[in-house]
């Protein structure tokens, strides 16, 4: 920490004195990040080091998926000096026109992953850097699919034999197979990993205009259509929310489903109580659709970007938290992964697995980095409502749903 301090100090010092365009020395800065304890007491670490500085810290309210802490902050016009969220929310900000230049500011960026360092660059410019991240692998309750006589096996790891299994679970247990949600867009990923699984793209060669209303995609929307009308999912998914989702993972309430890395943390806090017990899962990938041989990951993570106008004193706290110290931290506590090359991702459960599994499988291009992606996110949920409600073919809800996409995508 003496180490970081010494540095944290001379970035700071270079910055009052070098950096000029666009910044003042106000002596507070303004933070909006998730409510995170973690995050608080980061602040609190770099605000130990600076007393003469006033930090403000507002809690991002993302629960519904949506950026209207953000939206609230920049119609008041007062927006936050340093903004830390999900990528598919910064990715809104990162544009020059609001966004301060982070080339030559932030230290050690030749350190960080390039391909994803590259989601928060503009013309091979810098106006976002990412934090540690997440990928959605499939976990399996197998204490319960033991009972069904099912074992698990890569290479016959296909979206026919998770059908199967799902039909044995369904008539051989009183557990739900599987589980879905659509009432909000929180959580997407777990839906939108289904259609890597069939080898759908919603980007193929550039983001000018989606690929989604394909064979694939179609194929998508009829998988999920089969697992809600053959009751693989409970009846009410298009009421349900990611919370419930949550709920029904930590209260055993279905079989098996997509995971996050980051959940880790609050299953093993559950997992010290008792009311998890994590060793009777196994962590895979999403099965593979008919014709596919490897389904890339949905990859996402934080990332820190300040606006063009924030202070020397951003800078610094900016560069505590992107700090390799920080980092590790952040990954030791969320079973996190690395985007730094000089930081090893979680070497625990799910930490160690799913990294594996993006290195061995790709990352599938869900246009997280993209300043319109706030506006794409909320198009899928209506799609599921309407497809479970029947009022939609799998063939009319992926092509309406592309028609959202590519309308949002003209905008830019």
């Known amino acids: 920490m003496k180490r970081l301090s010494t540095v944290l100090m001379a970035l700071l010092f270079m910055a009052t004195i070098a950096f000029g365009e666009g910044m003042t020395e106000v002596k507070e800065v303004g933070i909006l990040a998730p409510p995170s304890e973690f995050y608080k007491q980061t602040v609190a670490l770099w ?211 997509g995971t ?16 998890v017990r994590r060793n009777d899962f196994i962590l895979v990938n999403y099965p593979k659709g008919p014709g596919v041989d490897s389904v890339p990951m949905y990859f996402g993570h934080p990332s820190v970007v300040l606006h063009k106008g924030a202070s020397a004193f951003a800078v610094s706290l900016a560069n505590h938290f992107l700090s390799a110290e920080t980092h590790a931290a952040v990954i030791t506590l969320y079973f996190g992964l690395s985007v730094r090359r000089d930081v090893a991702s979680h070497s625990g459960y799910k930490g160690s697995q799913l990294a594996a599994m993006v290195e061995a499988n790709g990352i599938w291009d869900a246009g997280l980095q993209l300043t319109s992606f706030s506006k794409m996110r909320p198009q899928m949920y209506p799609r599921l409502q309407a497809l479970w409600a029947g009022t939609e073919s799998p063939a ?17």
């Open 47 to 257: 605000e130990a080091e600076h007393p003469e500085i006033r930090v403000t810290f507002l809690n991002e309210a993302a629960q519904d998926g949506t950026t209207i802490s953000l939206d609230s902050l920049l119609a008041q016009g007062t927006p936050p000096d340093i903004y830390v969220g999900y990528i598919g929310r910064t990715g809104k900000l990162i544009d020059p026109a609001y966004a301060m230049q982070l080339d030559g500011k932030i230290a050690d960026l030749d350190r960080f992953n390039p391909a994803i360092l590259g989601r928060t660059q503009r013309d091979g410019k810098t106006y976002g850097v990412p934090m540690p991240g997440w990928a959605i692998g499939y976990e399996i309750n197998t204490e319960i699919t033991d009972t069904v006589g099912w074992r698990y096996s890569e290479a016959d790891w296909t979206t026919d034999e998770f059908l199967s299994l799902c039909g044995k679970l369904k008539a051989g247990t009183d557990v739900q197979p599987t589980s879905m949600f659509a009432q909000n867009p929180s959580g997407d990923y777990i839906a939108m990993s289904w259609f890597p699984a069939h080898g759908a793209e919603i980007f193929d060669g550039g983001h000018d205009v989606t690929s989604i209303d394909s064979p694939a995609g179609a194929a998508t929307m009829t998988f999920l259509k089969r697992l809600h009308d053959e009751g693989y999912i409970a009846a009410e998914s298009g009421n349900l929310t990611d919370d419930d989702y949550l709920a029904g993972w930590m209260n055993q309430g279905f079989v098996m489903g």
């Open 260 to 275: 996050h890395s980051g959940w880790e943390h609050m299953f093993q806090q559950q997992a010290k109580t008792g009311e």
């Open 396 to 412: 009319e809800a992926i092509a309406t749903y592309a028609r959202n996409i590519n309308a949002i995508l003209r905008e830019e």
